[in-house]
């Protein structure tokens, strides 16, 4: 049986033109600071963490992450890689209680998980091409004749320009579309006035008969949230997603009990215990997590077990290959998410220019190929020149001495 001989990891840093910040672009959990810098510096991000595992008869499984990619390839490379150096990849629930639980006094949310999740994504991989099956196959199989997906960006910006891009999506033969806030807390009632506006923007172009999806990402608080929810009913929202930050679980329960909009998050969430935690408070409609930072697949179906037994859908963050193919795999994944193809502008859009083979929806739809082994993915070389890839961090300590 193969064991795991390598792991390498790379930081793709983006270094090619890049769409300009813009004033209540999106709502975000920097906003309620009174600093005078830019609150979107905390939503951008524009470099990205490949790992490769290689094993000791030459099959490659590819992971990735996108949050802090330098200290998550510092923690694999120091912390990790010995742990999973010499295991069997088929072994991937041992080797993912190892990493869990030898890094849990520090690593059990956030980056430790984020790092954790970059080489279990890699093991499925590696899994899928020894025996030569998409992922989704060995997960459970196909549970849909194709995913439908709703188009996520819509983000504030001029009226016009607002309408013209939800009309493109309509054109493309999009059915559901998710749409961004810009205004919050310390904008006062002005700015809930102007993200009204934006809701009665997007929802004239779309239509009645679509499903809207309304994006906060944590940069509402919950008296502002209890405000806005009665004054956005009117669009009939399928959700409200991320109006306060990720610890506020209880602000999550309040709102969602409110039963006027089903609200929804996850997406800051890391590991099955809090998600546990959300769906026995009935916190969240809808479970939001995405793959890539809450521990890969293993952990994934856990969490997507738990949040069926509660009736709560899944519908993994970002869209993206290691998230489409648990939605394929399980019922209770209905839909997807799906950033269209854009210059480079938050940074959800660095996985188009980094790998191949995430499918391109047709009519709101994508799918997924019985034939592609593994995840589908390769990395490219198309753009290569318009990164910096990182290999090594040097770390360098000063020492201060007091005599």
Same mark, same amino acid.
């Given at each position: ?55 000791? %008869? ?18 694999? %490379? ?11 990849? $088929? ?12 890094? #849990? ?15 279990? /994504? ?5 899994? !899928? ?44 033969? $999009?059915?559901?579309?998710?749409? +961004?806030?810009?205004? !919050? ?21 779309? !239509?009645? %008969? ?6 906060? =990402? ?10 806005? /929810? ?21 602000? =999550? ?39 890539? +930072? ?20 899944? *519908? ?5 290959? #290691? ?18 193809? #854009? ?7 660095? $996985?188009? =220019?980094? &790998? ?24 490219? %070389? ?9 290999? =090594?961090? *040097?770390?360098?300590? &000063? $020492?201060?001495?007091? #005599?």
């Amino acid at each position: 049986m193969s064991k795991i001989k390598e792991i390498r990891t790379k930081v793709y840093q983006w270094n090619g033109k890049t769409v300009p910040p813009q004033n209540n672009f999106c709502t975000n959990a920097s906003d309620l600071l009174f600093e005078k810098s830019d609150a979107m510096g905390s939503f951008r991000f524009h470099e990205w963490l490949i790992c490769e595992i290689e094993t000791d %008869d030459g099959v490659i499984g590819i992971g990735n992450a996108a949050l802090a990619p330098q200290i998550a390839k510092k923690t694999i %490379d120091t912390y990790l890689k010995p742990l999973v150096i010499g295991e069997d990849p $088929f072994d991937y629930a041992y080797i993912w209680e190892k990493m869990y639980r030898r890094t #849990h006094a520090w690593g059990r949310r956030g980056i430790g998980m984020v790092a954790i999740s970059a080489i279990d /994504i890699a093991i499925w991989d590696i899994m !899928g091409k020894v025996t030569k099956k998409p992922v989704f196959k060995l997960l459970g199989g196909r549970t849909k004749e194709k995913i439908p997906v709703y188009a996520s960006k819509l983000y504030s910006q001029p009226i016009k320009d607002l309408q013209k891009e939800a009309e493109s999506y309509v054109k493309q033969g $999009f059915k559901m579309f998710k749409m +961004r806030f810009g205004w !919050g807390p310390k904008d006062g009632p002005d700015g809930m006035k102007k993200n009204i506006t934006l809701a009665e923007a997007v929802r004239e172009v779309i !239509g009645e %008969d679509t499903d809207l999806m309304m994006e906060c =990402y944590m940069g509402w608080n919950l008296d502002y949230a209890k405000r806005m /929810i009665p004054k956005l009913m009117k669009f009939n929202p399928r959700w409200l997603e991320e109006p306060v930050i990720a610890d506020d679980i209880h602000g =999550y329960e309040e709102l969602n009990k409110m039963n006027m909009i089903p609200i929804s998050g996850g997406e800051h969430e890391f590991n099955i215990f809090g998600f546990k935690q959300l769906l026995d408070l009935k916190a969240v409609s809808y479970i939001q997590y995405d793959n890539n +930072r809450v521990g890969g697949f293993t952990a994934a179906q856990k969490i997507n077990a738990i949040a069926e037994a509660h009736q709560v859908p899944v *519908i993994p963050h970002a869209g993206q290959m #290691h998230n489409y193919h648990l939605t394929m795999s399980n019922f209770n994944c209905p839909i997807s998410e799906f950033f269209p193809v #854009h210059d480079v502008e938050i940074g959800n859009e660095l $996985f188009y =220019y980094i &790998f191949e083979g995430d499918p391109a929806p047709k009519d709101g739809f994508i799918d997924l190929d019985d034939n592609k082994p593994g995840l589908g993915l390769t990395i490219t %070389d198309k753009y290569k020149s318009v990164f910096k890839i990182i290999e =090594y961090l *040097i770390v360098i300590y &000063f $020492f201060k001495c007091w #005599h």
